[in-house]
């Protein structure tokens, strides 16, 4: 069992696991992981540098005068890239496709003209700008050839491309890409079927292509993107967009890409490949803002421009006046341009929100490339190997150590192992959480309950040994530690009550002994009971006398209060129990003792005959304060330990009454005794008044002041002649009157009687 057990039960719950039935630990994983890409996610020294131009219902809107309704001649596109390189921008990214050149009809050249001639004369900007859009829909490729020249000058423009997956060959736009990556360098699953490529023209004027491929995981989030496709059976392999804008950027042609051992080689970079050849998207430009209303929206790290304001800026510096964007805002910048009107925009679920726009995705990509900041996951044997290591760690906790122990331990090892899988996130490794937790959990249940059954059959064989002298409570805890079979005990705080039934012995010499008997089970069940239900252990009974204690062998820090919720428990048992000694012609009334104190607790006898029990001095007192009810008229009275204890642990909840201070035989010192009255919140108005009156006066009869507390004593059994405690005092005041006491005298009233 002490090898066996444990690694049986980590390999089973490891290959439990890694079967996912259902893939639930899957879905709870990629959450995890998207939890990890927020926490972790922080700009890089490259993050400032990339820039996204965002088209906009509001741009389209404020563009609609000067170049009518979308889409907009490309012509303008042209502008815009023109403009960038020549500001300086490193690299430029249309995440737009222009897949077929504008079809135009053919008009001639007078008509032109003629068109081009009313375009001048028009005073208005908007009737300028609906003809001038006009007369480019209807010359032939205007539009086109101004956007390819432009792209062909800048010489750092790069195209978007889609392939998609389906039957037939696109030879055209095979013919259209340049250049590829080796195709010996690299391993992967072609691509086939048609894709969607710049028309010929642009493509041979761009400085590269790169396709928007991704890959959403199993629940629609993109996590991950291919770094490579490949394109006519194998011929040509196509980078990503963001792959083929960083190695521009980086200097790395996309001929010297190469696939290594570690991964894809760009450059002194390489980018974690996964069996499959994808690659996780390490996401650092971005966070969740939480709003006033609760809800969280996305914050990008990079920058965002509307198009209109590039455009804007340009003619503005263009006319040597001040513009928005100074010159030089572009320079170094990597600039992605990407539509995000309704209708246009390409929303992905990412992990920071459902609805992250898909040019975030490529930003991301470049800045990671750049950077140099990856994710990597380990291989399924590292996997298994290391969902093993967790498993049988906690599985060699739970067989060595006591429950107690052993599952905090276990938590501690669960959450190290969570909290250092969270932190290794940073530093680029996807390593996975959910599982191995959810096969350290099953592994520490399944060795607990091989323990158990193990545990029970061991507690059979006591339980036979032991079960006919022991006392339940006394079994109990020996069940859960043997070792407690050894004589001795230990000095612990506790609580100790004892009850008496008042006149037992007068009542039962007038009824049959069988009589008696059947009165007094019925009576010891029902108190027995009361110490149950508040978690006390019976200690024993000594005739109608009971004695139960608190804090042993369980740990109750609130003991002192258990013990006078059962105290009244008692009494109101006693209520309901008394109709059958009343029809058995005597009167059935208990009186308590409660104490708090230092008290040693544990196996006492000898070694054949032995009880788990409580002695000491307090245990004495505790005895003496039940008798001591007689003396005042009272039910139940507690030491002053006991009040105080039980006050900070009940607050309010009981209603105590002074009694001043007595000497209990056998006890050098003082002590304060307080009754028990009750619940403080079943107490009527009257009653408290007159504990509160009773309080009053007993301040006066501690001072000496006799003759002013007497007469309150008197009122308060004018309203309630059976208030024994008020009964005593006044009897005393009298005596006092009449007798003055000595200079010296305290007030401690001296127990003369057990």
Same mark, same amino acid.
């Not at 993109?222 to 490579?228: H, S, T, W």
């Given at each position: 069992?002490?090898?066996?057990?444990?690694?049986?039960?980590?390999?089973?719950?490891?290959?439990?696991?890694?079967?996912?039935?259902?893939?639930?630990?899957?879905?709870?994983?990629?959450?995890?992981?998207?939890?990890?890409?927020?926490?972790?996610?922080?700009?890089?020294?490259?993050?400032? %540098?990339?820039?996204?131009?965002?088209?906009?219902?509001?741009?389209?809107?404020?563009?609609?005068?000067?170049?009518?309704?979308?889409?907009?001649?490309?012509?303008?596109?042209?502008?815009?890239?023109?403009?960038?390189?020549?500001?300086?921008?490193?690299?430029? &990214?249309?995440?737009?496709?222009?897949?077929?050149?504008?079809?135009?009809?053919?008009?001639?050249?007078?008509?032109?003209?003629?068109?081009?001639?009313?375009?001048?004369?028009?005073?208005?900007?908007?009737?300028?700008?609906?003809?001038?859009?006009?007369?480019?829909?209807?010359?032939?490729?205007?539009?086109?050839?101004?956007?390819?020249?432009?792209?062909?000058?800048?010489?750092?423009?790069?195209?978007?491309?889609?392939?998609?997956?389906?039957?037939?060959? $696109? !030879?055209?736009?095979?013919?259209?890409?340049?250049?590829?990556?080796?195709?010996?360098?690299?391993? &992967?699953?072609?691509?086939?079927?048609?894709?969607?490529?710049?028309?010929?023209?642009?493509?041979?004027?761009?400085?590269?292509?790169?396709?928007?491929?991704?890959?959403?995981?199993?629940?629609?989030?993109? %996590?991950?993107?291919?770094?490579?496709?490949?394109?006519?059976?194998?011929?040509?392999?196509?980078?990503?967009?963001?792959?083929?804008?960083?190695?521009?950027?980086?200097?790395?042609?996309?001929?010297?890409?190469?696939?290594?051992?570690?991964?894809?080689?760009?450059?002194?970079?390489?980018?974690?490949?996964?069996?499959?050849?994808?690659?996780?998207?390490?996401?650092?430009?971005?966070?969740?803002?939480?709003?006033?209303?609760?809800?969280?929206?996305?914050?990008?790290?990079?920058?965002?421009?509307?198009?209109?304001?590039?455009?804007?800026?340009?003619?503005?510096?263009?006319?040597?006046?001040?513009?928005?964007?100074?010159?030089?805002?572009?320079? !170094?910048?990597?600039?992605?341009?990407?539509?995000?009107?309704?209708?246009?925009?390409?929303?992905?679920?990412?992990?920071?929100?459902?609805?992250?726009?898909?040019?975030?995705?490529?930003?991301?990509?470049?800045?990671?490339?750049?950077?140099?900041?990856?994710?990597?996951?380990?291989?399924?044997?590292?996997?298994?190997?290391? =969902?093993?290591?967790?498993?049988?760690?906690?599985?060699?906790?739970?067989?060595?150590?006591?429950?107690?122990?052993?599952?905090?331990?276990?938590?501690?090892?669960?959450?190290?192992?969570?909290?250092?899988?969270?932190?290794?996130?940073?530093? &680029?490794?996807?390593?996975?959480?959910?599982?191995?937790?959810?096969?350290?959990?099953?592994?520490?249940?399944?060795?607990?309950?091989?323990?158990?059954? =193990?545990?029970?059959?061991?507690?059979?064989?006591?339980?036979?040994?032991?079960?006919?002298?022991?006392?339940?409570?006394?079994?109990?805890?020996?069940?859960? $530690?043997?070792?407690?079979?050894?004589?001795?005990?230990?000095?612990?705080?506790?609580?100790?009550?004892?009850?008496?039934?008042?006149?037992?012995?007068?009542?039962?010499?007038?009824?049959?002994?069988?009589?008696?008997?059947?009165?007094?089970?019925?009576?010891? !069940?029902?108190?027995?009971?009361?110490?149950?239900?508040?978690?006390?252990?019976?200690?024993?009974?000594?005739?109608?006398?009971?004695?139960?204690?608190?804090? $042993?062998?369980?740990?109750?820090?609130?003991?002192?209060?258990?013990?006078?919720?059962?105290?009244?428990?008692?009494?109101?048992?006693?209520?309901?129990?008394?109709?059958?000694?009343?029809?058995?012609?005597?009167?059935?009334?208990?009186?308590?003792?409660? #104490?708090?104190?230092?008290?040693?607790?544990? #196996?006492?006898?000898?070694?054949?005959?032995?009880?788990?029990?409580?002695?000491?001095?307090?245990?004495?007192?505790?005895?003496?304060?039940?008798?001591?009810?007689?003396?005042?008229?009272?039910?139940?009275?507690?030491?002053?330990?006991?009040?105080?204890?039980?006050?900070?642990?009940?607050?309010?909840?009981?209603?105590?009454?002074?009694?001043?201070?007595?000497?209990?035989?056998?006890?050098?010192?003082?002590?304060?005794?307080?009754?028990?009255?009750?619940?403080?919140?079943?107490?009527?108005?009257?009653?408290?008044?007159?504990?509160?009156?009773?309080?009053?006066?007993?301040?006066?009869?501690?001072?000496?002041?006799?003759?002013?507390?007497?007469?309150?004593?008197?009122?308060?059994?004018?309203?309630?002649?059976?208030?024994?405690?008020?009964?005593?005092?006044?009897?005393?005041?009298?005596?006092?009157?009449?007798?003055?006491?000595?200079?010296?005298? #305290?007030?401690?009233?001296?127990?003369?009687?057990?």
């Amino acid at each position: 069992m002490e090898v066996k057990l444990p690694l049986a039960a980590a390999l089973l719950a490891t290959a439990a696991v890694s079967l996912d039935p259902g893939g639930q630990l899957e879905n709870f994983e990629r959450r995890t992981l998207d939890a990890r890409a927020r926490h972790h996610a922080a700009p890089t020294s490259f993050t400032e %540098r990339i820039v996204i131009l965002d088209i906009t219902e509001e741009s389209i809107e404020r563009l609609r005068p000067l170049y009518g309704r979308w889409p907009w001649p490309r012509s303008l596109h042209g502008e815009v890239a023109e403009y960038l390189a020549a500001d300086g921008a490193a690299a430029i &990214g249309f995440d737009l496709l222009f897949a077929e050149p504008v079809m135009r009809r053919e008009v001639d050249a007078a008509d032109w003209e003629a068109l081009a001639a009313l375009a001048g004369s028009a005073d208005l900007a908007e009737v300028r700008g609906e003809l001038r859009r006009r007369i480019d829909a209807l010359q032939p490729g205007l539009g086109d050839r101004e956007f390819v020249a432009s792209v062909a000058k800048g010489g750092n423009v790069f195209q978007a491309a889609v392939f998609a997956p389906g039957e037939g060959a $696109a !030879d055209r736009a095979a013919a259209a890409i340049r250049p590829a990556v080796p195709v010996a360098a690299l391993s &992967g699953t072609a691509v086939r079927g048609q894709a969607i490529l710049p028309f010929a023209e642009l493509a041979q004027a761009s400085r590269g292509i790169g396709h928007i491929n991704a890959l959403p995981d199993a629940d629609g989030t993109y %996590r991950r993107f291919a770094p490579l496709l490949w394109w006519n059976e194998r011929q040509a392999a196509h980078p990503a967009l963001g792959l083929a804008i960083a190695a521009h950027v980086k200097g790395v042609p996309l001929a010297a890409i190469r696939r290594q051992a570690a991964g894809l080689a760009v450059g002194d970079a390489v980018l974690p490949l996964a069996a499959d050849d994808s690659a996780w998207i390490r996401y650092q430009g971005g966070t969740l803002l939480r709003q006033a209303d609760g809800s969280e929206t996305y914050q990008s790290f990079y920058r965002h421009i509307p198009y209109e304001q590039v455009l804007a800026s340009k003619d503005l510096l263009a006319a040597g006046q001040a513009a928005p964007l100074a010159r030089g805002a572009f320079r !170094d910048r990597i600039v992605l341009v990407s539509a995000q009107a309704a209708g246009l925009s390409d929303l992905r679920a990412t992990p920071f929100s459902p609805v992250t726009p898909g040019i975030e995705l490529h930003a991301n990509i470049i800045d990671s490339l750049l950077a140099g900041r990856f994710l990597r996951a380990p291989g399924a044997a590292a996997s298994f190997l290391l =969902t093993l290591a967790g498993c049988l760690a906690v599985a060699l906790l739970a067989l060595k150590l006591r429950l107690r122990l052993g599952v905090p331990l276990a938590l501690a090892t669960s959450g190290g192992f969570a909290g250092g899988v969270w932190s290794l996130y940073g530093q &680029g490794w996807t390593l996975p959480l959910v599982k191995p937790l959810a096969a350290m959990a099953l592994t520490f249940g399944g060795v607990l309950l091989a323990r158990a059954v =193990t545990a029970e059959r061991e507690k059979r064989w006591l339980r036979t040994a032991f079960g006919h002298y022991l006392a339940p409570s006394v079994l109990e805890e020996v069940l859960r $530690a043997p070792d407690k079979l050894r004589l001795g005990g230990e000095r612990r705080r506790m609580t100790v009550l004892f009850s008496d039934v008042a006149g037992f012995t007068t009542f039962s010499e007038k009824l049959p002994p069988e009589e008696v008997s059947a009165l007094l089970n019925s009576y010891l !069940d029902q108190m027995t009971a009361c110490v149950a239900q508040s978690g006390g252990t019976l200690d024993k009974f000594v005739g109608d006398a009971v004695m139960a204690e608190w804090n $042993a062998p369980l740990a109750q820090p609130d003991h002192a209060a258990r013990a006078c919720e059962t105290a009244l428990l008692m009494l109101e048992k006693v209520s309901l129990h008394r109709t059958a000694w009343q029809a058995a012609g005597g009167e059935l009334d208990i009186r308590i003792g409660i #104490n708090t104190g230092e008290m040693v607790v544990g #196996n006492m006898g000898s070694h054949q005959v032995f009880d788990y029990t409580v002695i000491g001095n307090e245990v004495n007192t505790a005895s003496r304060l039940e008798p001591l009810n007689k003396a005042f008229g009272t039910r139940i009275i507690v030491a002053g330990a006991t009040r105080g204890e039980a006050e900070a642990q009940r607050p309010g909840h009981f209603a105590f009454r002074t009694l001043g201070r007595v000497s209990p035989k056998g006890r050098a010192e003082p002590l304060a005794i307080f009754e028990l009255a009750g619940w403080r919140e079943k107490l009527d108005e009257a009653t408290r008044a007159r504990l509160a009156a009773f309080e009053d006066a007993m301040q006066r009869y501690l001072a000496r002041r006799f003759a002013e507390a007497l007469p309150l004593f008197r009122r308060i059994l004018e309203q309630q002649p059976q208030d024994g405690p008020a009964a005593v005092f006044a009897a005393l005041c009298e005596d006092h009157l009449a007798h003055p006491p000595p200079a010296d005298w #305290n007030g401690v009233f001296v127990q003369t009687e057990k």
